[in-house]
């Protein structure tokens, strides 16, 4: 038995584009409130049941950083004592403002980490879309003056992909992008809090003063050049059920699993924490028990941790990759050229 997992307990931030829809996950959500985001594995996220129970993340990757991150999250982070994955259910009742995030090298000045993050699409109202990029032909002064209006002008000069429930999409720093109004997403990032805000459709609070923006900071980072495309899913071909990488870089791989009855899965890394949020079914690990909108943390260890299906499951699994031998075998596994794993890194390069 693996007694190093961690079943844990999301915290909740209050955002005026959420809504009330994370509570189809499992998300205990305060009366009359809007909650835009699930911060799943945050450093504040705390430790209900298993290993180190009471705790919270931060105060584990604290405690002992050595072993609770392993060498490949430990290179992720930059020898920061700091979980590797931040994990968020994020539900966008209204638009996202639209934003770009620093690079590991900008955001140095600042003693953080930069921030590359993938989508993984939950649910799409109709019509709903994803700002992903700044349209080919929109040169960046234009970009910027429509941005300096503070009114919404930049989203026709952004481009826009239909949302569809099980899209992935990987976002490298420097993205101009933003989270179109009706959309749900898992979204796995670095662990960074650094937001660059360049519009914000003309919202204000109660005082009717504009939330603020970031334009200097934010166009010094952007690459008007990165347009990141959907990510076709490859099986990684399992023994039993279906198993399929949605995305890879340096920071961060994401698979979907879909277990039947019975099902098992080693979902241990040596060199990285696992996160595990289970999506519908149920599944346990060691002795505990995930249902749908549970998540678990699986820390670095040689030893076995199974995943078994206790009825029909499906469940997102991320953990830090090490590019220089899992991508092999993930590309092996699913039976095509390594060449083939480049579609998968958002145009980071990483995996070319």
Known sequence: MNTNVSLVTPRLDRKPWGG??????????????????ALVTAGEALVTAGYMSGRTLGGIVGFDPGVHLGSNASA????????????????????????????????????????????????????????????????????????ARLDGSTAPLMRKVQAQPGATVLIPAGTVHALG???????????????YRLDDWGRVDADGTPREMHLEAGFRVARPETIPELISPVSLRPAIGERHL??????????????????????????????????????????LTLVSGSSA????????????????????????????????ELANRA??????MGSFDGATGDLH
């Open 20 to 37: 009330r829809k994370l509570d189809r996950y499992g998300v205990d959500l305060p009366p009359d409130e809007s909650v835009g985001e």
């Open 181 to 195: 109004a009706g959309v749900m997403v898992y979204e796995v990032q670095q662990p960074s809090d650094v937001t």
């Open 76 to 147: 992720a982070v930059g020898g920061r004592a700091l979980f590797p994955l931040l994990v968020k259910l994020i539900d966008a009742r209204e638009n996202l403002s639209i934003q770009v995030h620093p690079n590991d090298g900008e955001a140095e000045t600042l003693d953080r980490l930069g921030k590359t993050e993938a989508w993984y699409v939950l649910e799409a109202d109709p019509g709903s879309v994803l700002y992903l990029g700044i349209r080919p032909g929109v040169d960046v002064r234009t970009f910027r003056e429509a941005a």
């Open 335 to 340: 039976g095509g050229d390594h060449r083939t």
């Open 297 to 328: 943390v699986v820390w670095p260890s040689a030893t076995a941790a199974t995943l078994s299906a206790t009825s029909p499951a499906i469940a997102l699994v991320t953990y830090v990759p090490d590019l220089d031998t899992d991508a092999h």
């Open 246 to 287: 949605l995305a890879a870089c340096r920071y961060f791989a994401l698979e979907r699993v879909a277990l039947p009855v019975g099902a098992c899965l080693d979902v241990s890394h040596p060199g990285s924490p696992t996160v595990i949020t289970v999506l519908g079914g149920k599944l346990t690990i060691d002795d």
